[in-house]
């Protein structure tokens, strides 16, 4: 792809995105009466976190919190844990069943495609009322240089034609979707080590978020890296990538969230889960 191409590409898919997430915005499932006694979070975010916490604090309430286990020494929520998989969709509805769980709420990363339809499917055959609490994508800034793409094989087509020296932040997996692109520089930055296959020239960065703006500008001149590619996690804790990567005139490759399940309906904060739980401010 041209950089002229890549450019004129990017005003179309700029436009679509707006299009796309405006059309996806969350609405406000009906309220649960009455509230739910035992409530199971699908964890991970500093959303999930934060219900939890808020759940926890609230008598006759009991609230666990599933997470995946795939980051050492994750941040603990308030309430029960569990860790590690369900055996997928039938395994998930089976627990609901056995631990009598009132209300399921999706709080994973908006990037979790698997487990949100295994918890659609798990809601939908055990009748609990189920609701995903995803925060909204962001958007594109007046000076922003963005190239919308669908997936992570599509940030890698795009990427020869922006920049050799690439800051990779979509995490540790997934990497092998640019492991042929050997001539490249790539610096990839995640909580834990990245594993193979991953781009021959990787230089790894190991650090947990949020970072301030100066922490990204620091790295990204540090590194002289010549484009981003981020996945759209929406939040505020990895925003300040995307205002430093404008205020340097860098492009950034934002690979679009995965669709939800048909038939799901989403909510974007805290707030709006407290809503249909049918509870008030704690």
Do not use: C, N
């Not at 495609?113 to 007046?142: K, N, S």
């Not at 340097?248 to 904060?269: I, Q, S």
């Amino acid at each position: 792809m041209s950089i002229s191409t890549a450019r004129t590409e990017s005003m179309t898919s700029m436009t679509e995105t707006v299009a796309t997430r405006t059309a996806d915005r969350p609405v406000r499932p009906r309220t649960l009466t009455p509230m739910p006694a035992h409530v199971l979070i699908l964890g991970g975010t500093t959303e999930a976190r934060r219900l939890a916490t808020d759940l926890a604090a609230r008598p006759g309430v009991r609230v666990t919190t599933s997470l995946a286990g795939r980051v050492t020494r994750p941040a603990t929520p308030a309430g029960e844990v569990r860790i590690g998989g369900f055996g997928g969709a039938q395994g998930l509805a089976d627990w609901l069943r056995t631990h009598h769980v009132g209300a399921l709420v999706d709080a994973t990363h908006p990037f979790a495609e698997a487990i949100t339809a295994h918890a659609a499917h798990a809601a939908a055959v055990t009748g609990v009322p189920a609701a995903v609490l995803r925060r909204p994508g962001w958007r594109p800034a007046p000076g922003d240089r963005w190239y919308d793409v669908p997936s992570l094989a599509g940030a890698a087509e795009a990427l020869p034609g922006l920049g050799r020296r690439v800051f990779l932040s979509t995490g540790r997996l997934g990497l092998a979707a640019f492991a042929h692109l050997t001539d490249l520089h790539f610096v990839v930055r995640s909580v834990d080590p990245p594993e193979p296959p991953m781009p021959p020239d990787t230089e790894q960065v190991l650090a947990r978020g949020p970072f301030t703006l100066a922490d990204e500008t620091r790295l990204l001149r540090t590194h002289r890296i010549e484009v981003l590619v981020t996945k759209d996690s929406g939040g505020e804790a990895t925003a300040a990538k995307l205002t430093a990567a404008r205020e340097l005139g860098l492009p950034v490759v934002v690979v679009r969230r995965p669709p939800l399940p048909p038939g799901v309906t989403a909510v974007p904060d805290v707030a709006g889960v407290l809503d249909w739980l049918g509870l008030g401010p704690a």
